[in-house]
């Protein structure tokens, strides 16, 4: 482990955004140092990463904050960037600390909240005119009613999915993952997992067809950026992160919507 200054820490060492990153700021000259819970990273095989932090505490936990809060001193860096909703999440419980000390990559706290809450998305997204798959909100697996009303409503297979992707109990977190179910039994129990600590969860709509996506830079009220792409493979493979995806042109009517939304 280098001990270097450095301009910029990035999270995540293992995700793609985390490496995209570290070559774009690193090839403007600015130095560039990257962190994560394993060794393996691909970030830190890349030439533009000025030195290599190794967590062993989990994502999210109070553990991981204190190491970082650890390297923020031996590099002295002025800014900072996520890439993972569990390290986004701990950055936010801390975000008055560490403002004190560096820049956070991240947007404000209410814009913040209504991207990361995906009943606060789905009513932004009606609000603006633009079509959503029918859904139902389930706060606990033993309300059985509410289940089995929500899947005649929405009807089967569906997909059981948690209104927030991360929880945590302050001192270390759980990455939730939505559920495709084909019965009720399945239903149930994805329901009861999901609420387990405490969230909520929204039985939806299954559509089938290929995903696409459309993505911004938006900064200071301007688009400096658009991207359209549609995802040929997920890991996993309902609602993941997209491994391998194929660019496309922005269409016309739903870049229209989709940058409404963004807005």
């Not at 955004?17 to 962190?35: D, E, H, I, Y």
């Not at 860096?77 to 000390?101: A, C, N």
């Not at 709509?205 to 688009?223: D, K, N, T």
Request: aromatic residues 6%; positive net charge.
């Amino acid at each position: 482990m280098m001990m270097n200054k450095c301009d910029v820490i990035v999270l995540d060492g293992r995700l793609r955004p985390s490496l995209a990153t570290v070559r774009s700021l690193g090839r403007r000259g600015l130095r560039v140092a990257a962190l994560e819970t394993r060794a393996d990273a691909p970030t830190f095989s890349s030439r533009w990463c000025r030195s290599s932090f190794i967590c062993p505490a989990e994502e999210g936990s109070q553990e991981y904050f204190e190491y970082l809060m650890q390297v923020l001193d031996l590099t002295g860096s002025r800014v900072l960037i996520s890439s993972s909703d569990g390290t986004i999440e701990l950055l936010r419980q801390h975000r008055g600390k560490l403002e004190q000390r560096v820049k956070l990559a991240l947007a404000g706290e209410p814009a913040l909240d209504m991207a990361i809450d995906k009943e606060q998305t789905l009513d932004i997204a009606r609000r603006l005119g633009l079509k959503v798959p029918r859904g139902v909100l389930v706060s606990e697996v033993h309300k059985a009613r509410e289940v089995w009303e929500a899947l005649g409503e929405v009807g089967l297979p569906a997909v059981v999915k948690p209104t927030r992707s991360w929880t945590s109990n302050g001192q270390q977190g759980t990455r939730l993952a939505s559920r495709l179910v084909t019965t009720h039994e399945e239903a149930f129990r994805a329901v009861e997992e999901l609420t387990r600590s405490g969230g909520k969860t929204l039985i939806q709509q299954f559509l089938p067809g290929r995903c696409e996506a459309i993505g911004f830079f938006y900064a200071q009220g301007e688009i400096l950026a658009r991207f359209a792409f549609w995802a040929k493979r997920t890991e996993p493979l309902l609602g993941g992160t997209v491994v391998m995806g194929q660019s496309m042109m922005v269409p016309e009517y739903i870049g229209v919507l989709a940058e409404r939304f963004r807005r």
